[in-house]
C-alpha cells in the first residue's frame, strides 16, 4: 500500500534542498546591492524596486548557486564543508527540479525587469544573467578557468547594483565609478579567499580555479593585497563616501592568519570564510549607517 505521507514528505524534502542550495544566508548579498544603488540613484519606491529586490534576494540565488550544485556535485561530495551553512550536497535525485525552478522562478522576472527597464539597463541584466550561468554551466564552466573564476563571480555581486544605477537612470560619476570599481576588487579578493579552502577537493575532482592554480599563500596574498586596494580606491570618493575605505581592513585582518598556508592545510581556511559571512552582515549594516549620512548630507 502506498504511504499517504509519502507526496507530502517529497515535497518538504524538495524544497528544503532548494532552498538550501540557494545559499539563504547570501541573499542579502545580492538584493541589497541592487536595492541600495537603486534608491540612492533617485529611483524611489517603485514596482522596479520591488520586483528587482525580490527577484536578486531569492531566485537570482537559486540560478547562481542551484546551478553551480547541480554540476558541482562530484566535487561537493568531497567537500567537507558542504552540508549545512556554505550549501548543500544535491541530491541528484533533485538535480532536474532544481534545473526547472531556477528557469521558471527567474524568467518571469527578468521579463519584467526588461519591460521596466531600457537598453542600457536590459544589457546589464544581460550581462548579470549570463555571469550566472556562465559560472556553472557545461561548456562554459568560467569558474574553472583561473582569474576569469574571480572576475566572473564579483560580477554576480556588483551587476545588481550597476543595475539597480542604470534601471534609475543614474549619472556614472567618478565617485560612482571608483565605487563600483572597490566592490568589484573587493568581490575578486572575496572569491579568491574562498576558493582557498575548496582546493584539495577540487584537485581531488578536477576542477581548476584561481586558488588550485596559484596555490594556498599566493592566493590568500592576491586576497589580502586586493582588499587593500578596494580601500584605496575608495579614498578619492569624497566624505562622507569615503569613511567606508576603512570597512576593507577587516577583511584584510582576518584573511592575514593565512598568508603563509600550505595547500596541504588548505581546509584551515575555512574559519576565515566562516568570519567572512557574519563580516559581510557587520558590514553591510554598517554600510547602511553610511548610506543614510550620504542622504541626509545631501
Known amino acids: 500500500m502506498t ?14 534542498q532548494l532552498v538550501g542550495s540557494s545559499r539563504p544566508v547570501s541573499w542579502v548579498n545580492t538584493a541589497y546591492p541592487f536595492a541600495a544603488a537603486y534608491l540612492l540613484a533617485g ?6 524596486l520591488v520586483i528587482g529586490t525580490l527577484w536578486f534576494l531569492i531566485p537570482y540565488n537559486l540560478l547562481m548557486y542551484g546551478v553551480n550544485d547541480v554540476f558541482d556535485y562530484e566535487s561537493d561530495l568531497r567537500n567537507p564543508r558542504k552540508g549545512g551553512l556554505e550549501g548543500v550536497v544535491l541530491s541528484r535525485r ?16 527578468v521579463v519584467a525587469l526588461v519591460l521596466l527597464g531600457d537598453l542600457a539597463s536590459t544589457l546589464v541584466l544581460a550581462v548579470s544573467v549570463f555571469a550566472v550561468i556562465a559560472y556553472s554551466a557545461p561548456g562554459l564552466r568560467f ?4 582569474v576569469l573564476d574571480s572576475v566572473t563571480s564579483s560580477t554576480h555581486f556588483v551587476s545588481p547594483a550597476v543595475f539597480g544605477l542604470a534601471l534609475a537612470d543614474a549619472a556614472f560619476t567618478t565617485p560612482v565609478v571608483l565605487a563600483l570599481a572597490a566592490f568589484f576588487v573587493w568581490g575578486m579578493a572575496s572569491q579568491a579567499f574562498g576558493a582557498v579552502q ?9 576542477i581548476s580555479s584561481i586558488a588550485t592554480w596559484l596555490g594556498a599563500a599566493p592566493t590568500v596574498r592576491a586576497a589580502f593585497v586586493a582588499y587593500l586596494v578596494a580601500g584605496v580606491l575608495l579614498l578619492p570618493t569624497g566624505w562622507p563616501a569615503a ?17 603563509s598556508l600550505a595547500d596541504a ?10 568570519r567572512f559571512i557574519w563580516l559581510n552582515l557587520v558590514t553591510g549594516f554598517l554600510v547602511t549607517q553610511l548610506f543614510i549620512w ?3 548630507a545631501s
Do not use: Q
Open 143 to 146: 569558474k574553472e578557468r583561473p
Open 294 to 296: 550620504m542622504t541626509l
Open 94 to 109: 533533485w538535480h532536474r527540479l532544481t534545473l526547472w525552478a531556477a528557469a521558471l522562478t527567474n524568467l518571469p522576472f
Open 43 to 48: 529611483g524611489g519606491i517603485t514596482p522596479a
Open 243 to 259: 569613511l567606508a575605505a576603512v570597512l576593507v581592513l577587516p577583511y584584510a585582518a582576518s584573511v592575514a592568519p593565512y598568508l
Open 265 to 274: 592545510d588548505c581546509e584551515r581556511a575555512n574559519a576565515g570564510w566562516r
Open 3 to 16: 504511504d499517504p505521507a509519502a507526496p507530502a514528505a517529497d515535497r518538504t524534502a524538495a524544497l528544503r
Open 198 to 206: 575548496d582546493i584539495a577537493a577540487d584537485r581531488e575532482a578536477g
